[in-house]
């Protein structure tokens, strides 16, 4: 499964997010992650999209969460940013060919299909599993109590430093 690099850059600002008392600006989540804030304004904008974050204008505006970071899934983001078709597209190749089974034939998808479709759903499933708040807590388990609560208080600072 290959999956954009924007589903990255989304999963990476949800979990931000989850530390922001107030909307953040894409400049600021931009400038957090050392990313092309034009790419990252289009992975929010998806995210916006779905319904899966808020944005808000003006000199206080920024992006939030719309819900509790454990009600949104990582499936939930990749759906916004990648879509929801599935990572494998049957082109019935074995309709083709000099031995190319005739059409009526092939009645049920072929076993190829059908094992892509299965493993499509198991991927889906797993990532359906995992929260926003289930990645947020394993970011502290990883770096500390305090690399969360370290980002939360870096956004609440101006891009100037200051409050």
């Known amino acids: 499964m290959k999956l954009s690099g ?4 989304a999963l990476h600002c ?8 107030e909307p953040v600006p894409a400049a ?9 804030g034009s790419y990252l304004a289009k992975q929010l904008q998806a995210l916006s999209r779905a319904g899966l974050v808020s944005s808000a ?3 206080a505006g920024g992006y939030a969460l719309t819900r509790d970071p454990a009600q949104i899934s990582v499936l939930d ?3 916004a940013v990648d879509g929801p078709r599935p990572a494998f597209v049957c082109t019935e190749i074995r ?11 092939c009645t049920r998808p072929c ?11 198991a991927w889906r499933a797993a990532l359906r599993e995992i929260s926003i708040a289930d990645l947020a807590r394993d970011v502290d388990a990883d770096y500390g109590p305090t690399a ?11 891009a100037d430093g200051q409050e």
């Open 28 to 36: 600021r989540l931009a400038e957090l992650h050392d990313v092309s």
């Open 77 to 79: 983001v990749v759906l």
């Open 95 to 105: 309709q083709r060919g000099p031995l190319a089974a005739a059409p009526e034939a």
């Open 57 to 59: 204008q003006g000199k």
């Open 148 to 158: 969360l609560a370290g980002i939360g208080a870096w956004l609440a600072q101006g």
């Open 14 to 21: 949800c979990v931000v997010l989850t530390t922001a008392a």
């Open 6 to 9: 924007g589903v990255e850059w």
């Open 111 to 121: 076993a190829i299909t059908r094992a892509m479709a299965s493993a499509d759903a």
